[in-house]
């Protein structure tokens, strides 16, 4: 088993490019969630989906979008990067979206930068 | 504003001696502890967790302590050992259990 993936590992954009940041778990886990962290400021959710076919904005979801593509698949697109968003990117992935004591997988995390 | 706040942004411990790392919080909702351990260029894994029914929780060389009226816990390691230098985060959720508030983590070293 992987556990989570998470692709690229690092990203170098220009101001006003766009991307994508794939995420992918193998534990068959109905939650998943990207959150990023900043120097600090701890890991702060960006975009969840509580299971497939659903997505939900958390704290910090401006200048995000992202696509459940499957049970599998979360993936997160900024369509027009900003330096505010040079960050590490880190998806998790957790069993149940009911049960509060289900922990969370973590990806290892893609760092972008955005010049 | 941040939830859940870790004030102490590093600590230094010597091999064999208890580490203690501090979290406070601000919302009463939050009924679910947790704590991650996480080293460089890796995600965070979790480590340990506490209900708001509980006041301790052991698993090995690892417990923590919750203080609901305070709306503070803490991880404490005994023995500490050189594989504990990492980031520790506390995280905290409501209810509803799919929105997680992180702090700001705190680096621990153990000095050999």
């Known amino acids: 088993n992987a556990g989570v993936t998470q692709t690229p590992k690092f990203q170098v954009l220009k101001t006003g490019q766009s991307m994508t940041l794939q995420c992918a778990q193998d534990?068959?886990?109905?939650?998943m969630y990207w959150y990023r962290q900043d120097p600090g400021m701890g890991l702060r959710l960006i975009y969840y989906s509580a299971s497939e076919g659903t997505t939900d904005k958390g704290e910090v979801p401006n200048g995000y979008n992202v696509s459940r593509l499957n049970k599998r698949e979360f993936s997160l697109r900024l369509e027009s990067a900003a330096p505010s968003q040079t960050s590490v990117y880190f998806c998790?992935?957790?069993?149940?979206?009911?049960?509060?004591?289900?922990?969370?997988?973590f990806g290892p995390g893609t760092r972008l930068t955005v010049l | 504003d941040q939830q859940v706040k870790q004030n102490s942004p590093s600590l230094s411990v010597q091999e064999g001696r208890i580490s203690i790392l501090n979290c406070d919080y601000t919302?009463?909702?939050?009924?679910?502890f947790l704590w991650y351990k996480k080293y460089p260029a890796e995600g965070p894994t979790f480590l340990i967790s506490i209900s708001s029914i509980k006041d301790k929780n052991e698993d090995g060389r690892f417990t923590v302590f919750l203080n609901k009226s305070a709306k503070h816990l803490s991880l404490h390691i005994v023995p500490s050992q050189p594989g504990d230098s990492a980031v520790y985060f506390c995280?905290?959720?409501?209810?509803?259990?799919?929105?997680?508030?992180f702090g700001t983590g705190t680096s621990l070293t153990v000095i050999p």
């Open positions: 998790a992935s957790r069993r149940s979206p009911l049960a509060s004591t289900d922990t969370q997988y």
């Open positions: 534990m068959n886990h109905n939650s």
């Open positions: 919302n009463s909702m939050f009924d679910y």
């Open positions: 995280a905290a959720s409501g209810r509803t259990g799919n929105q997680f508030y």
